[in-house]
């Protein structure tokens, strides 16, 4: 059976990458697990968008592996203003290097904030007392959050390099 995800992974930088004077610091970074989103706009019996784009949410899960990490969303919900995320999308060409293959740029209202411990099971090797390697499976506990955000602008960036940018208002 192919594989479906082909090895596409993505992080999530709490700014916007895309903008001229964006730092990117790949060790703030955080892994993501799940992303949805949805936008839709009201339709015509023709079937021809009108009007504004009716209120989206985006939805994501990260892995936090440093305690202080998920402060910033809680930061956030607290603020009455937009901020971006950044979803950098990727996977590895057959170097090992990464390979950038989307971008999308939400801002946004963080809204509800979700948090879960799941229990991952990895190995370890471990010498024994007869000097011989071992593989000893160690479980591991994760922190993961979900956040929900309203959205009000987002941006695709493709591997060709064009922005597509879809407006979000309440009129």
């Known amino acids: ?4 995800g082909l090895g596409l992974s993505a992080l999530l930088l709490t700014n916007d990458v895309l903008a001229p004077d964006a730092k990117i610091s790949l060790d703030k970074a955080l892994t993501v ?5 949805g936008c839709s706009k009201k339709r015509t019996s023709a ?9 989206s949410f985006l939805e994501f ?10 402060k ?14 950044s979803f950098v999308f990727y996977n590895k060409d057959s170097d090992g290097n990464l390979v950038e293959n ?7 209202y963080a809204v509800s904030l979700e948090e879960s411990t799941r229990t991952v099971t990895t190995i370890e090797q471990v010498t024994g007392d007869d000097g011989k390697n071992k593989d000893v499976p160690k479980d591991d506990e994760q922190l993961h959050l979900t956040v929900k955000i309203m959205l009000s602008n987002l941006v695709f960036k493709g591997k060709d390099g064009k922005n597509l940018s879809l407006i979000i208002t309440n009129d």
Not at 1 to 4: K, V
Not at 33 to 37: D, G, I, N, S, V
Not at 102 to 108: C, N, T
Request: proline fraction near 8%; avoid cysteine.
């Open 1 to 4: 059976m192919a594989e479906i």
């Open 102 to 108: 989307g971008i999308i740029v939400a801002s946004g």
């Open 47 to 55: 079937g021809n968008p009108y009007g504004a784009t009716l209120p």
């Open 72 to 85: 910033v969303f809680l930061e956030r919900m607290a603020e009455p203003e937009t901020h971006p995320y």
């Open 33 to 37: 697990q799940h992303l949805t989103y």
């Open 61 to 70: 899960t990260v892995r936090i592996l440093k305690e202080k990490a998920g």
